[in-house]
């Protein structure tokens, strides 16, 4: 049978409302803790599939401990408003979902699932307790364990031992002797967590501690005797009651059917709509899991399957999942024999699409091979083709060449619809083997990303959580963790083959919710079909491009840098007047407010002082400015000069980023390993660094940067006069106003000068305060605030654009870009103003920014269709501007080429009110293109 399960309820209350960005409804409900909670509540539920459980929460009123010390959890703050008006819709939720739900009042939770826990063991019963909370470490015995289902860890008797150094029966004592300053548990002072494990296992017991007191020397042993008169209170604090007198046991925990009226309408008014649309699914008989039902997911099954296809491994898994398809058994088959694989093939080859995804050895997708392949074509059928299994004992399996050659017509033919799940990196994968990948059709990664790119994470177990109400088997359930982590290669099939088809089956479900949703919304439709998915490749194809490094250039570089490191170095401990670790935050501290006495230290809760950039720029002193330089140089040496050197092809010298549609709310990309959509723009360090990024012989870097898009963009959707006529008559936004604000003529602005008049234009337009313009600035508040004044009373329109895009979102929840890209506010209307008006400047920025990586994307899937592949190659994205690698003859042709695309992007998608331009630079580096 299945435990017995008692949920620490306040504990994943308390748990999720911190962990959780804050969530709001329309209305300024915060929701973040019911979220959280419930996602882990049912997460725990389908795994351990209860017939009998019960979620214990904590009530105000006050208990007998309360009554035995005034200091018990009498210096707790008091509960924030967003978590405390929360609590009874979780309550609410629990009790629809025909869940026990339990409250005494003048008793804690730790006591009624002490007392429950016990009670179930004497009848015979297992019990798991679902908290966080250590002091219920003393309920655990070879029947009791607890489980932190936030942090997956589960303790048993020897877990205890491992995390405390103590036995489970020896927890009281141990929590006594430390004592716990949360609860006002005050403990022996000078007695710590590592002091009493240890005092424990020499003495056992705190009896045998206070007998042999008189033994123990130092400050302990004095501690102890001066405190020993306490110490049989903060027992007694720290004891979990076990035999309150409860008129209900295990048997009356039974879970009971849910009331799907009520959970309809407490859903709709916390915005819940994937929960909401779970409850109406005409698949589910009861248009709600039944929790009192068992799933056999993960259960193996000897059923046949009915079509005509050999089946070697009976290697088959069950599941429950919403589709438009009637669910009734999920069907997973491993593909083991040569005919049972041709006769998949011939279903392939007539399919208009399949989902399809790879298991490999790496994430890395440059080193990465393939270790098996699966595919579905419906809902609820799966396959799953494995070639490289090299375990001792591992079946034998296809020729991996055949396979792939076999596949490779069907893969390569673009007719024949890929469905998949991050297609990108499948792509690489096959690319690894031989076979370009043709017909990208669906990439529900990306389909989730464009429906609400901030509901949830995009991997497919988030997904599949959250859309289809379904967990999935993770990698570290098949494969562990840490460093004893198995490839997936190492893993025996009849664990990684229902895994693998499950991907599969899953990918395809997510295909089909997605693609109703995205029917109801045209605009979005065409974002992921024409925008998203062409986009990802051309992603693609760059980073199989990768940019030329000079090595040499980079490793002088480095020792340049090197060399300015250990200077700085030296400079900073000859104003310490001592040695130090300059690379030490501790050190560092305390030679600033220690030795040298600046004033303004901060400690943190680690004891030591503060020394964030935030802190020292507040600081006038000569160290101050050696360390930031110091840091400076010291990143750019480890993240640039070195790292790059490492990330290189040995052989091509070249570097391949990875790029990521998928993270970004506004539709930015963004670049890993190496990111370089990070290196500085400003000053000669990043001037330097990109000179690094070069052209082979006979080729040249070209640089073509949209100018000023952002703010044109301001231009159209203000609808602003003045900037309009700026624009339209070809004037230098940027310049102008550093002109204005610094008093000299247009001709005197240098390019420094306008720079930084770049950097106010768009502080001001993105919600900048006259305190921070002061402070970019070196003004007083009050000339800024002069500026600020001035700036809108020359562009009216743009101020009241701030006013109605603030009104827009809180009304509608989201605003728009250029192509209809939804970008949600979900904090638009929560009641604390910090976290408000943060998301009041995002939605400003929001359709600025975002409209301006919808150009860009368009821009790239535009020049990739016209770009001459036999001599031109685009190498990078970086924000609004595209690299190019281009023989050196043919460099007027491609940039009169992307002088006539790129400007007219939009044309026939989109109109917007000012003129789009582009400037291309080249040179035989980026630093001279750029």
């Avoid at 299945?2 to 911190?18: C, E, K, T």
């Avoid at 438009?324 to 040569?338: G, R, V």
């Avoid at 591992?394 to 033919?413: C, M, R, S, W, Y």
Wanted: proline share 5%.
């Amino acid at each position: 049978m299945p435990p017995f399960i008692l949920v620490d309820g306040s504990y994943y209350l308390f748990r999720a409302f911190h962990a959780l960005p804050p969530l709001t409804t329309s209305q300024g409900q915060t929701t973040n803790a019911i979220k959280g909670a419930l996602s882990a509540l049912q997460k725990l539920m389908r795994r351990m599939q209860p017939t009998h459980m019960a979620v214990v929460f904590d009530t105000p009123e006050p208990t007998f401990r309360h009554q035995l010390s005034p200091e018990y959890k009498a210096h707790r703050p008091a509960m924030p408003s967003e978590l405390s008006t929360q609590i009874p819709y979780l309550h609410a939720i629990i009790k629809g979902l025909g869940i026990p739900l339990l409250l005494l009042p003048g008793a804690e939770a730790d006591d009624l699932i002490g007392t429950l826990a016990k009670r179930a063991v004497t009848e015979g019963h297992h019990v798991l307790i679902s908290t966080g909370d250590k002091d219920m470490a003393q309920l655990v015995n070879d029947h009791i364990k607890l489980e932190d289902s936030f942090r997956d860890q589960v303790l048993d008797h020897d877990g205890v031992i491992a995390k405390f150094g103590v036995r489970p029966d020896q927890i009281i004592d141990y929590l006594t002797l430390m004592g716990d300053a949360s609860d006002g548990i005050a403990g022996v002072p000078g007695v710590g967590k590592v002091t009493a494990a240890k005092l424990l296992n020499q003495y056992q017991t705190i009896g045998g501690i206070l007998e042999n007191a008189h033994l123990i020397k130092g400050k302990v042993g004095e501690s102890i005797r001066e405190n020993a008169d306490k110490i049989p209170l903060n027992h007694q604090l720290a004891s979990i009651v076990c035999d309150l007198p409860l008129a209900l046991d295990w048997h009356e925990l039974k879970l009971g059917k849910p009331d799907v009226p009520a959970l309809k309408k407490l859903y709709a008014e916390l915005e819940f709509r994937a929960l909401l649309q779970s409850l109406e699914h005409p698949n589910n008989p009861d248009n709600q899991p039944d929790y009192t039902q068992r799933n056999e997911s993960s259960v193996p099954s000897q059923t046949k399957e009915k079509e005509d296809i050999p089946q070697v491994l009976n290697v088959e898994s069950m599941a429950v999942l919403e589709s438009s398809t009637p669910i009734t058994e999920a069907k997973y088959h491993t593909i083991l024999d040569q005919s049972a694989f041709l006769a998949l093939v011939e279903r392939l080859k007539i399919a208009p699409r399949f989902a399809v995804d790879t298991e490999t050895t790496s994430l890395d997708y440059r080193l990465a091979r393939i270790v098996g392949i699966s595919v579905a074509l419906k809902a609820g059928e799966a396959y799953y083709i494995p070639i490289g299994h090299d375990y001792m004992g591992a079946p034998e399996q296809l020729d991996a060449t055949f396979v792939f050659e076999t596949l490779k017509p069907i893969l390569e033919n673009p007719a024949i619809g890929k469905i998949g799940q991050h297609m990108k990196y499948d792509a690489h994968l096959f690319n690894n083997h031989g076979i370009s990948l043709q017909g990208w059709a669906f990439d529900t990664m990306l389909a989730s990303y464009v429906l609400n790119p901030t509901a949830t994470r995009h991997g497919m177990d988030d997904l599949a959580q959250y859309y289809l109400d379904y967990k999935t088997t993770t990698f570290e359930e098949i494969a562990g963790k840490g460093v004893k982590q198995l490839t997936f290669n190492q893993i025996e099939l009849e664990r990684a083959a229902p895994y693998a088809a499950e991907d599969a089956d899953i990918t395809w479900r997510l295909y089909e919710h997605f693609s109703k949703e995205l029917a109801k919304i045209p605009k979005l439709q065409r974002l992921l079909l024409d925008v998203e998915m062409p986009t990802a490749q051309v992603l693609y194809e760059m980073e199989n491009n990768g940019i030329r490094l000079d090595i040499g250039f980079l490793a002088e570089l480095g020792q340049k840098f090197g060399e300015q490191i250990h200077g700085l170095e030296a400079q900073a401990i000859e104003i310490a007047g001592q040695p130090f670790n300059v690379s030490s935050p501790k050190q560092l501290g305390e030679i600033l407010f220690d030795k040298l006495g600046i004033a303004g230290g901060k400690k943190t809760a680690s004891g030591q002082y503060a020394t964030g950039e935030a802190i020292l720029e507040k600081i006038d002193h000569p160290m101050i400015a050696t360390i930031l330089e110091y840091r400076s140089l010291s990143k750019l040496k480890s993240t640039y000069t070195d790292s790059l050197i490492a990330q290189s092809d040995p052989v091509s010298h070249r570097v391949h980023t990875s790029y990521h549609q998928a993270i970004a709310a506004t539709g930015r990309l963004s670049s890993t390993d190496p990111n370089l959509q990070n290196i500085p723009i400003r000053g000669e360090v990043g001037r330097q660094i990109r000179q690094a990024f070069i052209a082979p012989p006979g080729r040249i870097i070209l640089a073509a940067d949209y100018s000023q898009i952002e703010l044109r963009l301001m231009a159209h959707f203000s609808q602003d006069a003045a900037l309009l006529t700026a624009f339209r008559e070809g004037r230098d936004i940027h310049q102008a106003t550093a002109a204005e604000v610094m008093g000299i003529d247009l001709a005197d602005v240098t390019s420094d000068q306008r720079r930084q008049a770049k950097a106010i234009n768009f502080g001001l337009l993105y919600g900048m305060s006259a305190f921070g313009l002061a402070k970019q600035l070196n003004l007083s508040r009050a000339e800024a605030q002069e500026y600020i004044t001035l700036y809108f009373s020359r562009y009216p329109s743009v101020h009241d654009y701030m006013e109605n895009t603030r009104t827009l979102a809180a009304e509608q929840g989201y605003v728009e870009t250029v192509l209809g890209r939804r970008l949600y506010m979900e904090n638009i209307r929560a009641g604390n103003a910090m976290v408000r008006q943060a998301a009041e400047r995002a939605a400003i920025n929001a359709p600025l920014q975002g409209s301006a990586a919808d150009i860009i994307k368009l821009a790239m899937i535009s020049v990739d269709q016209a770009l001459p592949k036999q001599y031109a190659k685009m190498l990078l994205q970086v924000h609004d501007e595209l690299v190019f690698e281009v023989d050196e003859d043919k460099a007027d042709e491609v940039t009169a080429l992307l002088k006539k695309l790129m400007p007219a992007v939009l044309k026939g998608r989109a109109e917007i009110d000012v003129p789009l331009e582009i400037e291309v630079g080249r040179g035989i580096n980026w630093g001279v293109a750029h």
